[in-house]
Nanobody, 124 residues
Framework: QVQLVESGGGLVQAGGSLRLSCVVS????????MGWFRQGPGKEREFVSG????????YYADSVKGRFTISRDNDKNTVYLQMNSLKPEDTAVYYC?????????????????WGQGTQVTVSS
């Protein structure tokens, strides 16, 4: 059974940084695409970033491009999301998710396994 556990969320002032981590166990991490999504208060879940199985391709929502960086360590079964220049509108629960590598990385429906989420709160 695949398990995804996020960590690294917290409270930060606008302009600050956080690094989220997601450790994956029980699956085929090395051959899976990974992604980060978020759901803000009163909002639908939205795509944030994705990465291909061997880190050849990365994908970002326009709202985070230039501020967030996704990466992965296949030896540690871990995917990261480095978040810089955080804004209050980045406040959300952040989820990592795993997909079959060939599926569309931007669509939530492509992801079959999800973590429980980690809260990120950015104060103004």
């Amino acid at each position: 059974q695949v398990q995804l556990v996020e960590s690294g969320g917290g409270l930060v002032q606008a302009g600050g940084s956080l690094r989220l981590s997601c450790v994956v166990s029980g699956g085929t991490f090395r051959t899976s695409g990974m992604g980060w999504f978020r759901q803000g208060p009163g909002k639908e879940r939205e795509f944030v970033s994705g990465i291909s199985r061997y880190s050849v391709h990365t994908y970002y929502a326009d709202s985070v491009k230039g501020r967030f960086t996704i990466s992965r360590d296949n030896d540690k079964n871990t995917v990261y999301l480095q978040m810089n220049s955080l804004k209050p509108e980045d406040t959300a629960v952040y989820y990592c998710a795993q997909r079959q590598y060939a599926l569309d990385p931007l669509r939530a429906s492509s992801y079959s396994d999800w973590g429980q989420g980690t809260q990120v709160t950015v104060s103004s």
